[in-house]
């Protein structure tokens, strides 16, 4: 049985025309560094990273919950506000914060990157 080639063309490369092996190490999709050099598969995110934004993550939500349990008992007990006052100031910080990722998303993908979105984002929230 003849196998008809002319509907998916096979490459076959010569020995002078093999794909370097460092070609085969970059990541491939044209990605470049803080430097402008190609990024190697073997030095990029992988664990290091997830773990950083899986720490910052959780960081985050336990800081959030939190925060939100015990608002509404600042805001009236310390702060003197009627409860409705209250409710309604927690509702429009639960809201501004449910809206922030779309700023740092805006923020990431026009002027710093994400990786420096993260990190600058992290500093600010450690330092607050």
């Keep these: ?5 002319s509907s998916h063309p096979v ?3 010569e020995m002078d025309e093999m794909i370097s092996t460092d070609a ?9 560094d803080l430097h402008g ?15 950083f934004i ?3 993550e959780i960081a985050e939500r336990l800081a959030y919950a939190g925060i939100l349990s015990n608002l509404v008992t600042y805001l009236t007990d310390v702060m003197h506000e009627s ?3 209250a409710a309604k100031n927690v509702n429009v910080w639960s809201g501004v914060a449910s809206m922030l990722p779309f ?3 805006f923020v990431a993908d026009s002027y710093l990157g994400r990786y420096w979105t993260i990190t600058l984002s992290s500093i600010i929230y450690l330092m607050v």
């Design 1 to 5: 049985m003849e196998v008809d080639h």
């Design 11 to 13: 490459v076959l490369l």
């Design 24 to 32: 085969l190490l970059d990541v491939g999709d044209g990605s470049v």
């Design 37 to 51: 050099r190609s990024v190697k598969r073997a030095h990029t995110g992988r664990w290091k990273a997830s773990l």
């Design 54 to 56: 899986i720490g910052v």
């Design 83 to 85: 409860t409705a006052a």
């Design 103 to 105: 700023v740092g998303a």
